[in-house]
Structure formats: structure tokens, C-alpha cells
């Protein structure tokens, strides 16, 4: 079963503008993930944060985890066409395995 | 540059038949992963190693195989395939288990 669910399942924006995500989960988690998926490719990595990480910054993108609400968003600044994508959340919750949530599908308008 | 490759990249099958997928990696990890991913839920784990000759059931094991004779190399077979399992697979390796996985580029499968 899906231990993250991303929030909303899909999104559209006009190019420049920021994009915001929200992942959210169900137990303790030793840290959390968010990749990238363009349309017929594999999932590439983005940013881990851990679970004693309140904030993370990779060019970008901004990561925040709230573990007392059991939540992450991930912000994406500034956006280009090149960030059309769907963007998915792991959590590590038990046995050194990441399970992933559904998505996010961002198109970025011209 | 180490990668990680699957092969097919598209495959077509009828219904009975076995199929195996292969995946291949250089990055020396010694966790391999196979997902498969369908519309409406995301990645699900088939099956996964944390070594050689380690091998694990995921959540959407039944119907699938693996092997696990290298540190390279986990084969994903399908020993009788079924309309059911027409979908989109994904290979991934990793250091540790909750670290970053890699991806490999997938590999489309059609069940006839």
C-alpha cells in the first residue's frame, strides 16, 4: 500500500511562476524523497531530507517537513517548460524500503 | 558513467507465456529493485535484493520471479503472463535501501 499521497494529482502554471506540492504519510519515517518523471522516462532523484531536517534547498527547489503533521511540500521556483513532469514522494517507513505515492503532474504553460 | 539499463525497452506477449525483463547495473549496488507502475498507483514494489543470491517479495509479488546470481543483474521473470500484468516496469539500485534509488529507463509490456 502507498505510504505517501501527493497533493494535487495534477497542476498547470504559467511559466515563471512558483509550483507547490504537498505529500503526505502515515507513519514514522527515517527521511523522505522526491523525484522526477518525464513523460516516458524513468524517475530521477531531486532532494532527500531527513527526519530531523525541517528544510532543504536544491537550486530551485525547496523541500519542508513537518513530521509532527506527517507532511512535505515540495516548491518548485521560478518554473520552465523543462519542469513538465509528474514529481512523486518516497518514505522509508520500514524494512530499508521506499514506497511511493501516486504523483504530482505539473505542465508548465508557455 | 555507471548506469543501470533494462532490456526490452518494449515487449509484446501473448497470455501463458514466460517473459523475462532483464536489468543490469554498474553502479555496484548491492540493492536491485523492480517496480511496476500503473495509472492511478504510482510505483509498486514486485520484488527486490540486498545481495547475491538475496532475493524478497514486495507488495505485487504473485505471478513473479527473480534471481539474484550477480551483483550486476536481477532478472525479472513472468512465468505466465497474464492481461493483468501488461504494464510499465522499473528497474532500480541503491547503496542502502533508504538512500536514493536509480531508475532505469523502464520497460513497456503489452499482454496480449
Known amino acids: 500500500s502507498q505510504q505517501g499521497e501527493e497533493d494535487p494529482q495534477a497542476l498547470s502554471i504559467q511559466e515563471g511562476e512558483n509550483a507547490t506540492m504537498n505529500c503526505s504519510y502515515k507513519?514514522?519515517?527515517?527521511?523522505l524523497q522526491w523525484y522526477r518523471q518525464n513523460s516516458g522516462r524513468g524517475l530521477v532523484h531531486l532532494i532527500l531530507i531527513r527526519s530531523n531536517e525541517r528544510e532543504k534547498h536544491s537550486g530551485r527547489l525547496r523541500v519542508t517537513l513537518d513530521t509532527s503533521k506527517k507532511s512535505s511540500s515540495l516548491l518548485i521556483t521560478a518554473s520552465r517548460a523543462a519542469d513538465t513532469a509528474s514529481y512523486f514522494c518516497?518514505?522509508?517507513?520500514?524494512?530499508?524500503?521506499?514506497?511511493f505515492g501516486a504523483g504530482t503532474t505539473v505542465t508548465v504553460r508557455a | 558513467d555507471a548506469e543501470i539499463t533494462q532490456s526490452p525497452r518494449h515487449k509484446i506477449t501473448e497470455t501463458g507465456r514466460q517473459v523475462t525483463l532483464a536489468c543490469h547495473q554498474t553502479w555496484n549496488h548491492n540493492n536491485m529493485f523492480w517496480y511496476r507502475q500503473d495509472l492511478g498507483h504510482g510505483l509498486r514494489l514486485i520484488h527486490y535484493?540486498?545481495?547475491?543470491?538475496?532475493?524478497n517479495k514486495g507488495e505485487v509479488s504473485d505471478g513473479y520471479s527473480v534471481s539474484r546470481s550477480n551483483t550486476e543483474d536481477l532478472p525479472l521473470t513472468l512465468e505466465s503472463a497474464a492481461s493483468s500484468q501488461t504494464s510499465v516496469y522499473f528497474c532500480a539500485s541503491s547503496v542502502s535501501g533508504r538512500e536514493t534509488q536509480y531508475f532505469g529507463p523502464g520497460t513497456r509490456l503489452l499482454v496480449l
Open positions: 535484493s540486498y545481495g547475491v543470491q538475496d532475493t
Open positions: 507513519t514514522s519515517i527515517n527521511n
Open positions: 518516497a518514505t522509508d517507513a520500514y524494512d530499508y524500503k521506499l514506497s
